[in-house]
């Protein structure tokens, strides 16, 4: 069991490798040296998020059915780096396609979303309910950690430190991260043993499909859960989405400060994920998401009124501890209020919810973009923007 948890938690450090040098240095290059709008990126989000949120559905069923995980998590692991892998020899070799970098990136994204369709509900094989926080704030420990190490393996490419070949500057982050993303999933996708599936009969399966809404609205906790994650993934989300470009535009800041800025939010996202869950187990879920949320509360205003950056780095420091405990938690609660028998329906439900939310969040944000814009680009513009937004 533990040498499972292990290999489990050690796919989210790959993974998280690959996606936040993307969101990092794949945003920044489309929209700052490739002189796209903001809204560009977003619209990739979205997208993305609506092909998942049609398909999800049919692939969380197949997964109730057979009760197995770990070959559908095996082929869209291989789809994901191969796409990602496209995205990036674009970039550095052929840059001036950005449109078709924004398209094979939004299938890329798609595909990243639906391997969590089959990794997360891992954590029921994985843990009991006396352990279900601790166990997945150790794999939300290993996401941070992974997107911290993604970042310090990537900067010296960046920076021009290390050069291999093609455009300079941010597109050469994004090769080496498809490359030592695939290389740490592979021990989990090659090591991990599933526990053999059960086959239900076909009467049964329709009958859950059928039902599978039905049985979420008549469980009053786990609506309301989701209902709730709906708004509060959605601001989290389209923040740390978008924080890459909120530091360039508002701030003005290297790419080296960003670096080290989110590697520090980063850092302590890991602690708090490991921490906070462990004390959720013992003082309960739903009371220690609550603290959580009051505190993003009243973070979000002090960021957007920051009288400086140097404020700016003190609050996102901060605001780290409290960021990676929100996912920690609120996924052991879904295991927590699931039925068994539509486990993966139920997590996948949990992720539409935060895929719907990849909506409205960025377009807000990009309204908001557009408003500025088309007002006049000044500074004051581009401020206001950001602080509306926020």
Same mark, same amino acid.
């Given at each position: 069991?533990?040498?499972?948890?292990?290999? &489990?938690?050690?796919?989210?450090?790959?993974?998280?490798?690959?996606?936040?040098?993307?969101?990092?240095?794949?945003?920044?290059?489309? @929209? @700052?040296?490739? *002189?796209?709008?903001?809204?560009?990126?977003?619209?990739?989000?979205?997208?993305?998020?609506?092909?998942?949120?049609?398909?999800?559905?049919?692939?969380?069923?197949? +997964?109730?059915? /057979?009760?197995?995980?770990?070959?559908?998590?095996?082929?869209? %692991?291989?789809?994901?780096? +191969?796409?990602?892998?496209?995205?990036?020899? @674009?970039?550095?070799?052929?840059? +001036?396609?950005?449109?078709?970098?924004?398209? @094979?990136?939004?299938?890329?994204?798609?595909?990243?979303?639906?391997?969590?369709?089959?990794?997360?509900?891992?954590?029921?094989?994985?843990?009991?309910?006396?352990?279900?926080?601790?166990?997945?704030?150790?794999?939300?420990?290993?996401?941070?950690?992974? #997107?911290?190490? *993604?970042?310090?393996? /990537?900067?010296?490419?960046?920076?021009?430190?290390?050069?291999?070949?093609?455009?300079?500057?941010?597109? #050469?982050?994004?090769?080496?991260?498809?490359?030592?993303?695939?290389?740490?999933?592979?021990?989990?996708?090659?090591?991990?043993?599933?526990?053999?599936?059960? #086959?239900?009969?076909?009467?049964?399966? #329709?009958? /859950?499909?059928?039902? /599978?809404?039905?049985?979420?609205?008549?469980?009053?906790? $786990?609506?309301?859960?989701?209902?709730?994650?709906?708004?509060?993934?959605?601001?989290?989300?389209?923040? %740390?989405?978008?924080? !890459?470009?909120?530091?360039?535009?508002?701030?003005?800041?290297?790419?080296? +400060?960003?670096?080290?800025?989110?590697?520090?939010?980063?850092?302590?996202? *890991?602690?708090?994920?490991?921490?906070?869950?462990?004390?959720?187990?013992?003082?309960?879920?739903?009371?220690?998401?609550?603290?959580?949320?009051?505190?993003?509360?009243?973070?979000? !205003?002090?960021?957007?009124?920051? !009288?400086?950056?140097?404020?700016?780095?003190?609050?996102?420091?901060?605001?780290?501890?409290?960021?990676?405990?929100?996912?920690?938690?609120?996924?052991?609660?879904?295991?927590?209020?699931?039925?068994?028998?539509?486990?993966?329906?139920?997590?996948? $439900?949990?992720?539409?919810?935060?895929?719907?939310?990849?909506?409205?969040?960025?377009?807000? &944000?990009?309204?908001?973009?557009?408003?500025?814009?088309?007002?006049?680009?000044?500074?004051?513009?581009?401020?206001?923007?950001?602080?509306?937004?926020?």
């Amino acid at each position: 069991m533990k040498k499972n948890i292990y290999l &489990w938690a050690l796919y989210d450090f790959a993974n998280s490798i690959l996606s936040i040098t993307f969101l990092f240095y794949f945003s920044q290059w489309l @929209v @700052v040296d490739s *002189g796209r709008p903001d809204w560009w990126f977003n619209v990739a989000l979205i997208v993305s998020s609506l092909l998942f949120i049609l398909s999800a559905p049919i692939a969380a069923r197949h +997964i109730d059915r /057979t009760g197995r995980k770990l070959p559908g998590l095996r082929v869209t %692991s291989a789809v994901l780096f +191969i796409l990602y892998l496209m995205v990036a020899c @674009v970039t550095i070799f052929w840059p +001036i396609h950005v449109v078709v970098a924004v398209v @094979v990136y939004t299938f890329a994204l798609y595909f990243y979303l639906m391997s969590f369709l089959y990794y997360t509900p891992m954590l029921n094989d994985l843990s009991t309910h006396e352990n279900r926080s601790h166990v997945s704030g150790i794999g939300g420990a290993a996401n941070y950690l992974g #997107q911290v190490t *993604g970042l310090l393996a /990537t900067l010296p490419f960046v920076t021009g430190a290390i050069y291999f070949f093609g455009a300079h500057g941010r597109a #050469q982050a994004l090769l080496p991260a498809v490359i030592l993303s695939a290389l740490f999933a592979l021990p989990t996708l090659i090591m991990y043993r599933e526990e053999g599936g059960h #086959q239900r009969p076909v009467s049964e399966v #329709q009958r /859950t499909v059928v039902s /599978t809404m039905k049985s979420v609205f008549a469980n009053r906790n $786990l609506l309301l859960l989701l209902v709730g994650y709906f708004f509060f993934s959605d601001a989290l989300l389209t923040f %740390s989405n978008n924080f !890459p470009i909120y530091l360039q535009k508002v701030h003005e800041v290297g790419d080296s +400060i960003k670096a080290y800025l989110t590697l520090s939010i980063l850092f302590f996202s *890991g602690i708090g994920a490991f921490i906070f869950g462990k004390l959720a187990d013992k003082k309960g879920k739903k009371r220690v998401l609550s603290w959580l949320l009051i505190a993003w509360c009243v973070f979000f !205003p002090l960021l957007a009124f920051a !009288p400086s950056f140097s404020f700016v780095v003190v609050l996102c420091v901060v605001a780290g501890i409290m960021f990676g405990p929100v996912w920690a938690v609120s996924r052991a609660m879904v295991s927590d209020y699931a039925p068994r028998e539509i486990e993966a329906s139920s997590f996948g $439900l949990y992720v539409i919810a935060e895929r719907f939310a990849t909506f409205i969040g960025p377009i807000v &944000w990009g309204a908001s973009a557009l408003n500025s814009y088309s007002r006049s680009v000044t500074g004051r513009n581009v401020y206001e923007h950001f602080k509306f937004s926020l």
